[in-house]
T-cell receptor, first 112, second 111 residues
Framework: DADVTQTPRNRITKTGKRIMLECSQT?????MYWYRQDPGLGLRLIYY???????NKGEISDGYSVSRQAQAKFSLSLESAIPNQTALYFC???????????FGQGTRLTVV | GEDVEQSLFLSVREGDSSVINCTYT??????LYWYKQEPGAGLQLLTY?????DMKQDQRLTVLLNKKDKHLSLRIADTQTGDSAIYFC???????????FGSGTRLQVQP
């Protein structure tokens, strides 16, 4: 089983719909992150959380919200999806300040 | 990540060496990382270097860091078709709570 699991792996949704992407991890890490990947732009940070009560905006948080339901679970929501939110979304975890980040397999989201 | 720049594409022949370059702007970066993304997969850490080092070697991988020029490179010796992927450099800056990624370099290895 993967250490960082994202569901769904692929999703097509309509403009205006609410959608939730889920992430769970078995690494026991406190730190969790959501990134989006667009061709030629690399990964950009949406939100991050360093423990259950900690939620922080990243560089592109507009149009997104998150929930840290438990140490192992961090979900990303699009309240009203729009086509320019079509992207590949990655969840990641890390164990501390200077440790590597472990990534999930990604969720490919298409908003039509 | 506009503060971390990479060229978008590199093509090499199997058996040759590949050199992927990265420039960053923040001199306070503490760690610099190289991640590999294979098609349909997430990112996997390849190697990293601490900012007080100039070079790190790990089997076929050599990382060179020029702090003065804020330039990082990844050299892959004897490149194989299995090395075809997107390679991201990333930096961890002092005071920042997450990594800043470059745009990624797509490495294509031709047989």
């Amino acid at each position: 089983d993967a250490d960082v699991t994202q569901t769904p792996r692929n999703r097509i949704t309509k403009t205006g719909k609410r959608i939730m992407l889920e992430c769970s991890q078995t690494k026991g890490h406190d730190r969790m992150y959501w990134y989006r990947q667009d061709p030629g732009l690399g990964l950009r940070l949406i939100y991050y959380s360093f423990d259950v009560k900690d939620i922080n905006k990243g560089e592109i948080s507009d149009g997104y919200s998150v929930s840290r339901q438990a140490q192992a679970k961090f979900s990303l929501s699009l309240e009203s999806a729009i086509p320019n939110q079509t992207a590949l979304y990655f969840c990641a975890t890390s164990g501390g300040k200077d440790t590597e980040a472990f990534f999930g397999q990604g969720t490919r989201l298409t908003v039509v | 990540g506009e503060d971390v720049e990479q060229s978008l594409f590199l093509s090499v022949r199997e058996g040759d060496s590949s050199v992927i370059n990265c420039t960053y702007t923040d001199s306070s970066s503490t760690y610099l990382y190289w991640y590999k993304q294979e098609p349909g997969a997430g990112l996997q850490l390849l190697t990293y270097i601490f900012s007080n080092m100039d070079m790190k070697q790990d089997q076929r991988l050599t990382v060179l860091l020029n702090k003065k020029d804020k330039h990082l490179s990844l050299r892959i010796a004897d490149t194989q078709t299995g090395d075809s992927a997107i390679y991201f450099c990333a930096e961890r800056r002092t005071g920042r709570r997450a990594l800043t990624f470059g745009s990624g370099t797509r490495l294509q290895v031709q047989p």
